[in-house]
T-cell receptor, first 115, second 113 residues
Framework: GAGVSQSPSNKVTEKGKDVELRCDPI?????LYWYRQSLGQGLEFLIY????????KSGLPSDRFSAERTGGSVSTLTIQRTQQEDSAVYLC?????????????FGPGTRLTVT | AQSVSQHNHHVILSEAASLELGCNYS??????LFWYVQYPGQHLQLLLK????DPLVKGIKGFEAEFIKSKFSFNLRKPSVQWSDTAEYFC???????????WGAGTKLIIKP
């Protein structure tokens, strides 16, 4: 079946502009995660959605970052007033969270470059 | 705080050499353990996982990992590496107290042909 998809694959934006990154999780997966991967760094957790529960936003680095998940499926990560330090690959992952499985399935990521 | 440590950030080996990548975590309770791999230009994908039972876990492409609870370790091994194993490898741990995976910083593995 289809995996996790993300769009756009690459985004170049000017400092100060807003950007929206989209994630389509695997159908039926109730959990959705956003991560940031900077050059040479590991995965930095940003936000987590599980079903209809309130999201865990504890990883968002500033109030310029927000995310929503509509209808328990597609998610959008929004970065307002982008800064150069926001340049990174933004990864989305989904997980079935069934049968005790916390295995995460990753999308290809969106490479964001802020100039 | 819960953390995952991957000791080697870069490893360079020749083909047919044996591989062991270290992963240690800090958490005293029950854990689920994962190794993910990211080949150049590709998605992160699951290599293997441990939930319970036999602490020696076998994954894809000849990889295996051993969970040693007393050492809080889950090292990744492969007896004979190939050039196609060149990738970045990430260890991740899910503590039973948390729904998130805690990630290591990754190890870049380069195999010389």
């Amino acid at each position: 079946g289809a995996g996790v998809s993300q769009s756009p694959s690459n985004k170049v934006t000017e400092k100060g502009k807003d950007v929206e990154l989209r994630c389509d999780p695997i159908s039926g997966h109730t959990a959705l995660y956003w991560y940031r991967q900077s050059l040479g760094q590991g995965l930095e957790f940003l936000i987590y959605f599980q079903g209809n529960s309130a999201p865990d936003k504890s990883g968002l680095p500033s109030d310029r970052f927000s995310a929503e998940r509509t209808g328990g499926s597609v998610s959008t990560l929004t970065i307002q007033r982008t800064q150069q330090e926001d340049s990174a690959v933004y990864l989305c992952a989904s997980s079935p969270r069934q049968g005790g499985s916390y295995e995460q399935y990753f999308g290809p990521g969106t490479r964001l470059t802020v100039t | 705080a819960q953390s995952v440590s991957q000791h080697n950030h870069h490893v360079i080996l020749s083909e047919a050499a044996s591989l062991e990548l270290g992963c240690n975590y800090s958490y005293g309770g029950t854990v689920n353990l994962f190794w993910y791999v990211q080949y150049p230009g590709q998605h992160l994908q699951l290599l293997l996982k441990y939930f319970s039972g036999d602490p020696l876990v076998k994954g894809i492409k000849g990889f295996e990992a051993e969970f040693i609870k007393s050492k809080f370790s889950f090292n990744l091994r492969k007896p004979s590496v190939q050039w196609s194993d060149t990738a970045e490898y990430f260890c991740a741990v899910k503590p039973d107290s948390n729904y998130q995976l805690i990630w290591g910083a990754g190890t870049k593995l380069i195999i010389k042909p």
